[in-house]
């Protein structure tokens, strides 16, 4: 779902303002809910200020609060056993709520981009599995999209436990409910499993990050304060991303036109068809599937007098980001997918006659650009007359110029934004543990930093949940894009080898490799069934204790034995190593010159020799390593071997 910071806000509302109607609960709280099983349960909500507030689990527990001078109250009732259903029960003098059907069980958090909010409905044998989706016992609630500049505990009352039935289970997160029905077998009877999806596609991770976090990871600071000031003012924040933008496009294009310059003549214009409408649609164009940065020049004739009385440009819906300037003088940008956009106009910005309204709009995927229709675009009078802007051009930048700078307090490409709104609400809500598929909005030339970035997310939600040892299992990126065994550079698997190094560094956290279970063309994978049964299959092992080794071949070592020879030692081959295809492979060796090719062969169970190609100095040893590498060492239990990079000793 496509939603904007205002629509985020329009949505929240005043759960944690001083309760005139009391209590009521935090929207996590629903019939049908989950709550996680050896560990203090939290209730939390809104009551009269000063008053007691009474919290009872059927008659396994109870306790009681008092409201605070804002109405808040907190009861932690005592651990339980797995157990259930109950009724939860908060009162206040003779107000009651209740909710029915309660289960004391283990719940998990599922967060990450779009490859997590992947849904049951568009997973491999969809139908089937949506049609055999009955299990009252598995219950899921997805967390309503919201992004804010600051951390909040409200959210949309709109949402709501659901159990797993062939009518709700299609709209589940598919690697979240595949992962709770793997478990199920292994688990006693009549034992419940609570799955809290939060997660928006598209968003990279510095967007989860609390604002503590990234302060401590550095090199935010300046993005940091923008947001503070935005949070202050939107309007003044705003402002100054048209300075940053500036200087970024006269980086990009020293050579090349400024087409909100005034005047702009060097622009190749050419007349936009007429209504507008996404650009990916101009059948005279050929701009189908095209992403970057599209300019949009239109024009306002006014009078004196209208110049004088003109407050607001509106521009009508835009995907994904606009930069607007009139007559040369930025006047705003906002992000959002298809979300109508105006700008208060400065005094003096205006003249009489011919007035220029320049819109650069950048599009990341699918349809974008300014979609009018052109009716919609005018100048807006303090009388609420408008004078429509008329006679659009447009010009695409050339390919290849990166994208440009955006706000801090945007949603998927934000600075803690996401955070704010969709984890933060969650409150102090236990879990047994949390799986994180996301990376994919981060494997660009900054992928090297992502295993501090990760271990921060967990440590986050560690305090903020108050389980310090919480489990958390990292789905590794797949194997998507360009075929590659030279072992040369590619940020995907930079990226995963992050990821690699965030789980060596964290004690309670786990890799889930799946560099075999991709789509080289597919950036979303349809088979979401083989990402539940490894993230299962670690679980148990990793939560439940239960025999069974999770996972495939990990490297222990590399070291050169001879001249031209590097030993690779790896644990948990899962019965012994095996080469699919007889060739042990892709390896790479890397050296001050870069990296080439390396033959290997099986020694043994657990150890592979790497010949090196020449006399270069080898300083490290890569395998499987590339965006879309096809990679032939599994454990004989059929789990692949981890993509790594290690230093030769």
């Known amino acids: ?94 107000d009651r709520v209740t909710l029915e059907d309660v289960m004391v069980g283990d719940v998990l958090l599922c967060s990450g981009q779009s490859n997590m909010e992947f849904p049951v409905s568009r997973a491999l044998n969809a139908g089937r599995e949506v049609g055999a989706a009955n299990d009252p016992l598995i219950r899921h609630f997805t967390v309503p999209k919201a992004y804010l500049p600051e951390p909040t505990m409200e959210m949309s ?9 062939p009518e709700t289970a299609g709209h589940f997160s598919a690697v979240c409910y595949f992962t709770a029905r793997d478990l199920k077998p292994h688990l006693p009877a009549g034992f419940a499993i609570g799955l809290i999806n939060s997660s928006w596609g598209g968003s990279q991770i510095e967007a989860w990050l609390p604002k503590a976090k990234l302060e401590k990871l550095g090199g935010n600071e300046a993005d940091l304060a923008l947001l503070a000031e935005y949070g202050e003012s939107p309007h003044t924040a705003s402002l100054k991303i048209g300075g940053k933008f500036e200087n970024w496009w006269n980086g990009a294009m020293p050579e090349g036109p400024v087409p909100y310059a005034p005047g702009a003549d060097e622009v190749a214009w050419k007349d936009a068809p007429e209504g507008l409408g996404s650009y990916t649609d101009w059948a005279s164009e050929n701009l189908a599937g095209k992403t970057g940065l599209i300019w949009y020049r239109g024009t306002a004739t006014l009078t004196d007098a209208q110049a004088e009385k003109a407050e607001i440009l509106r521009l009508g819906p ?172 590619s940020n995907w698997s930079t990226l995963r080898e992050a990821q690699r190094q965030a789980t060596l560094a964290d004690p309670n956290m786990e890799l889930v490799v799946l560099i075999d279970a991709g789509d080289r063309w597919d950036i979303h994978p349809p088979n979401k069934q083989v990402v539940g049964q490894r993230m299962a299959d670690w679980i148990r092992e990793a939560v439940y204790g239960q025999d069974i080794e999770a996972g495939g071949p990990v490297p222990v070592k590399a070291e050169r034995r001879r001249r031209r020879t590097i030993e690779v030692s790896f644990d948990r081959i899962g019965g012994g190593l095996m080469a699919a295809g007889g060739m042990a492979g892709p390896f790479a060796v890397c050296g001050a010159e870069g990296c080439e090719p390396a033959t290997a062969t099986l020694r043994d169970e657990k150890t592979v020799d790497v010949t090196i190609p020449s006399s270069t100095e080898v300083q490290t040893i890569r395998y499987c390593w590339g965006d879309a590498p096809v990679c032939t060492l599994f454990g ?10 290690l230093t030769v000793e």
Do not use: C, H
Request: glycine share 12%.
């Open 318 to 489: 835009a995907d994904d980001v606009d930069y607007t300037w009139i007559n040369g003088t930025f006047v705003g940008t906002t992000f959002g997918w298809g979300d109508p956009r105006s700008y208060d106009i400065p005094e003096g910005v205006l003249t009489e006659g011919e007035n220029v309204i320049i819109s650069g709009v950048y599009n990341s995927w699918g349809a974008g650009g300014m979609t009018g229709p052109e009716d919609v675009i005018s100048i807006e009078m303090a009388s609420g007359k408008k004078v429509p802007v008329t006679d659009f051009k447009f010009w695409f930048s050339p390919d290849g110029i990166g994208s440009p700078p955006r706000g801090p307090w945007e949603s998927v490409s934000g600075l803690t934004t996401i955070g704010n709104g969709m984890i933060a609400p969650l409150g102090p809500t236990k879990y047994k543990a949390a799986l994180w598929y996301q990376g994919e909005s981060n494997a660009d030339e900054l992928a090297a930093i992502y295993d501090d970035q990760l271990i921060a997310l967990a440590e986050s939600w560690r305090e903020q949940s108050g389980v310090a040892d919480l489990p958390v299992f990292i789905a590794q990126l797949p194997n998507f894009g360009g075929l590659s065994e030279g072992g040369g550079d």
């Open 636 to 645: 004989e239990d059929g789990e692949p071997a981890v993509p790594f990079e």
């Open 157 to 165: 009352a709109d949402a709501s436990w659901q159990k797993a039935t």
């Open 1 to 94: 779902m496509k939603q904007t910071l205002l629509a985020s806000a329009a949505i929240l509302g005043s759960l944690f303002a001083a309760a005139e109607a009391a209590p009521e609960l935090a929207p996590i709280f629903s019939d049908s809910m989950v709550v996680q099983r050896g560990e203090p349960i939290p209730v939390w909500g809104t009551a009269t200020p000063g008053a007691e507030v009474t919290v009872s689990l059927g008659e396994a527990a109870s306790g009681t609060a008092t409201a605070g001078e804002d109405g808040r109250f907190r009861v932690d009732l005592s651990p339980q056993s797995a157990s259930g259903p109950y009724e939860l029960t908060v009162s206040e003098g003779r």
